[in-house]
């Protein structure tokens, strides 16, 4: 009888010690981790947000610039526009367009850096929506989308744009082979809005540099004088031998009128002899009456 309680105390010493070992490996699986996220903010459509805010300068100029872009490139079709609001902050503007051009990337990507960027000039320049925005929208709260819907990237050349997004500032353009997934649709490519903007810029920069150099080199082109002979050259000295000269007279009304041609003549004349030559009409080549 000693014995067995004197065995009991030290069982009961030894569950004791093993007791913070079985609640350190139990109880973490008992607590329950909240995480805290902070609270997003709550987008809402324009029909969503009601008497709220006054969305009727947004759907005007939408509207208005749409046609523009319609008489100008004559398939560029505005099918939808939404207007996203947190509170009463104007935070994304949204369009959807359809076209029936077959265009290249090239142009397709300067179609749609002119589009988002007369429209971010005309959000801007106007008082109403530049305080709605909460100090102007720029291209990353613009959401643009562009089908192209013609029969000859669909059933004749898929490689043409079939469709092209900007999103968040992230510019997409997809092939028509992207609508037929069937087949190989890899043909796409993306690239930052300011990328975009920088190649067209950069492009522009290039053709008004050429544009210039023509004005330098033209400044007596032949369609300024309406002269058909491309070999004459107007009021120069052409090259010919030694101490002869080819002088190639322009009339003096160099315009002609209607579809006349003003007739170019032409004096060969030596000037070893040290003499100038005689004009028309003098005394001596006068017939005396």
Known sequence: MNKSFD??????????????????????????????????????????????????????????YAQDLRKKYKHLILEDSQAFFSGKKLTRVQMEFSTQDVIELREAREILVEVVEGFIRRFNGQNSILAMSGGGLKPENIDIYIDFESYHGVFVDPFYIGFMSLRKGLVSFYAFDFKDCWRDCWHKRLEYYWQSRNIVKYEQEYLNMEDKQK????????????????????????????????????????????????????????????????????????VQR
């Not at 079985?22 to 324009?46: A, D, H």
């Not at 006054?54 to 939408?62: F, K, L, V, W, Y």
């Not at 107007?234 to 002869?244: E, F, H, K």
Request: charged share 30%.
């Open 7 to 64: 065995i009991l105390p030290r069982l009961i010493m030894h569950y004791f010690r093993l007791l913070p070992i079985l609640l350190i490996l139990i109880l973490p699986c008992c607590v329950k981790i909240k995480v805290i996220s902070p609270k997003r903010p709550k987008y809402q459509r324009e029909f969503e947000a009601g008497k709220r805010v006054n969305a009727e300068d947004i759907s005007r100029t939408i509207i208005i």
């Open 215 to 286: 004005e330098k080199a033209s400044f007596l082109d032949k369609d300024r004088f309406r002269i058909s002979n491309k070999e004459a050259v107007q009021g120069t000295i052409q090259a010919s031998p030694y101490d002869v000269f080819e002088k190639t007279h322009v009339p003096k009304a160099v315009i002609p009128m209607g579809n006349q041609v003003p007739i170019l003549r032409s004096e060969i004349f030596d000037t070893s002899q040290e003499t100038r030559p005689r004009k028309e009409g003098t005394p001596e080549n006068q």
